[in-house]
């Protein structure tokens, strides 16, 4: 939850200083961690990307980050 909530922060921060509203790289540390969790490799790329940017100003969003945690 703590990870999602930091990611969350940095990307308000990023949009209110300066950054774009649509988020598609991260910004630092915590939404790096988040953006590296949700890109499919192998196979599975031909299906598209997550879109974490959205998944990170979600609200459950935390939700998504525990899952993928708990199938590695």
């Known amino acids: 939850m703590e990870l999602h909530w930091r990611a ?4 308000q921060l990023s ?9 598609t790289k991260p910004v630092g540390p915590a ?4 953006f590296e969790l949700l890109r499919r490799r192998g196979y ?5 990307q997550y879109d974490a940017g ?3 100003s ?8 525990n899952d ?3 199938l590695m």
Do not use: N, Y
């Open 58 to 65: 979600e609200p459950a969003g935390w939700l998504v980050v």
């Open 8 to 11: 969350k922060l940095e990307l």
């Open 44 to 48: 599975t790329r031909i299906f598209g």
């Open 54 to 56: 959205t998944i990170i």
């Open 15 to 23: 949009t209110h200083f300066g950054g774009a509203a649509k988020h």
């Open 68 to 70: 993928k945690l708990a």
């Open 31 to 34: 939404s790096a961690v988040i």
